[in-house]
């Protein structure tokens, strides 16, 4: 596997060898033959409830409802290009959106789709994933377990292992943020969740080739906050759990070169709680008709809890995905 992601064109060192405008415009254009962007908007009663002009970036309207979709294709795409020898499949672990991405890319280039889930994943996600022709596998008991499950049947499979974190999913993802800054190039504050890191890494990489001088704040869960520990101290720390209703940032171990690249783009990772994440459910479905999971509304949640510090600001706000499951819904709605 190795070998074939370092004959891709853009193998390279995010810190070292940073992205530009043409490598986001590369990207753009190959994605766009699949999905069109997806729309910002700003909602006036979400800037009358945090004070502040609020900018929406909704990846929940993208076809697998999730930001994911764009490294997916992206990264499929540089796959084709550089392979030298004939797959079986393509294997990733995930929690959802990161699946989907894999099954919707993998579906327009022949290949089939694996894909390994904790016990316990969300059914409706799991549902999603075979809709699109992914063989869904179940395998311990958090995503850190179903990734090291991944990686095993890669090898007595012959299945290629999709990473969840690589500069080439960042260039792809990240043009979701190369959208929102070239529409809004003046934001004060951009906040983006943070799962593996390839989201965050991808709004500080199209912030940097565009030379905005925005500010990017992480978020995450405060019972899934092994990225906030690790920032804070500069090395990797691992936590003994990731339990929270926010599926897509239920990580225990950070990944090393996500961190790094992080450390050097965000200003700082805020911790949102379960409670927090729901009434920011509740604010994106009152204020804006959107459904956002429990990942998308996480950045609503850190701007609602950090109101004085963006008060009279612009601010973007990443809504990252949309694929709640009904039961998670129904408990934050009510």
Not at 183 to 198: E, H, K, N, R, T
């Amino acid at each position: 596997m190795t070998d074939d992601l370092e004959r891709m064109p853009i193998f390279r060192d995010l810190i070292t060898e940073p992205l530009t405008v043409a490598d986001f415009e590369d990207a753009s254009s190959e994605i766009r033959k699949s999905i069109l962007p997806s729309p910002q908007i700003a909602w006036p009663l979400l800037a009358e409830r945090c004070d502040c002009k609020v900018w929406v970036k909704h990846e929940n309207h993208l076809p697998t409802g999730s930001f994911k979709v764009r490294g997916g294709l992206w990264f499929m795409r540089q796959l084709e290009q550089s392979m030298e020898r004939k797959i079986s499949g393509i294997i990733a672990a995930t929690r959802g959106n990161h699946g989907q991405s894999v099954a919707f890319a993998a579906g327009r280039y022949g290949l089939k789709a694996y894909v390994v889930v904790p016990h316990g994943n969300n059914p409706e996600k799991n549902r999603s994933m075979r809709g699109l022709g992914a063989a869904v596998i179940e395998h311990g008991t958090d995503f850190n377990e179903a990734l090291d499950h991944a990686l095993s049947l890669s090898i007595e499979k012959g299945f290629y292992a999709m990473p969840s974190y690589h500069p080439i999913l960042v260039q792809g993802v990240g043009t979701f943020a190369f959208e929102l800054l070239q529409a809004q190039p003046d934001l004060d504050i951009v906040y983006v969740p943070v799962g593996m890191g390839s989201g965050a890494s991808g709004t500080i990489a199209a912030r940097n080739a565009l030379r905005c001088v925005t500010e990017i704040v992480g978020v995450v869960a405060e019972r899934a906050d092994a990225y906030a520990l690790s920032f804070e101290k500069g090395q990797i720390v691992e936590t003994n759990s990731a339990d929270t209703i926010a599926d897509g940032l239920a990580v225990r171990i950070p990944d090393p070169e996500a961190l790094r690249f992080l450390r050097t783009g965000l200003s700082r990772i805020v911790r949102v709680s379960d409670d927090e994440i729901r009434l920011a459910l509740r604010a994106y479905f009152q204020d804006t008709h959107n459904l956002a999971e429990g990942a998308g509304a996480a950045a609503l949640a850190a701007l609602m809890k950090e109101g004085e510090i963006a008060r009279g600001k612009k601010v973007g706000l990443i809504l990252s995905g949309g694929n709640i499951d009904r039961a998670t819904l129904m408990d934050a709605l009510a």
